[in-house]
């Protein structure tokens, strides 16, 4: 059974900082690429970060640069998302996803990965 499990959600103020975990399960994320999504309801769910397991690279959509991170810890087989700095414009439901085969390069889609988490609300608000 292969899963991922979120964790680290919730409410914080503008400016704030939050982490929010992937744990997986029944597989190893280090033999796949790593990524984040975030959904606000009625719209498409947009990548915000990935990670290479090939070269270990990470990139960041445009609107997060600079105030998230990506990383991982292999023999805990969990990866984090850590945000800084948030803005009211990061609400949204995030999501951790993981796949075989997929490259992560400034351009990654959500149909490129296969395995995925239930997702996390994150809310920004004062």
């Known amino acids: 059974q292969k899963q991922l499990v979120q964790s680290g959600g919730g409410l914080v103020q503008p400016g704030g900082s939050l982490r929010l975990s992937c744990k997986a399960s029944?597989?190893?994320?280090?033999?796949?690429?790593l990524g984040w999504f975030r959904q606000v309801p009625g719209q498409e769910r947009e990548g915000v970060s990935c990670?290479?397991?090939?070269?270990?690279?990470?990139f960041y959509a445009e609107s997060v640069e600079g105030r998230f991170t990506i990383s991982n810890d292999s023999a805990e087989n969990i990866f984090y998302l850590e945000m800084n700095s948030l803005k009211p414009e990061d609400t949204a439901v995030y999501y951790c996803?993981?796949?075989?085969?997929?490259?992560?390069?400034?351009?990654?889609?959500?149909?490129?990965?296969?395995?995925w988490g239930q997702g996390t609300q994150v809310t920004v608000s004062s």
């Open positions: 996803a993981a796949d075989y085969w997929a490259f992560c390069s400034p351009v990654f889609q959500v149909r490129d990965y296969e395995y």
């Open positions: 029944g597989f190893a994320l280090d033999e796949h690429t």
């Open positions: 990670k290479s397991n090939m070269d270990g690279k990470s």
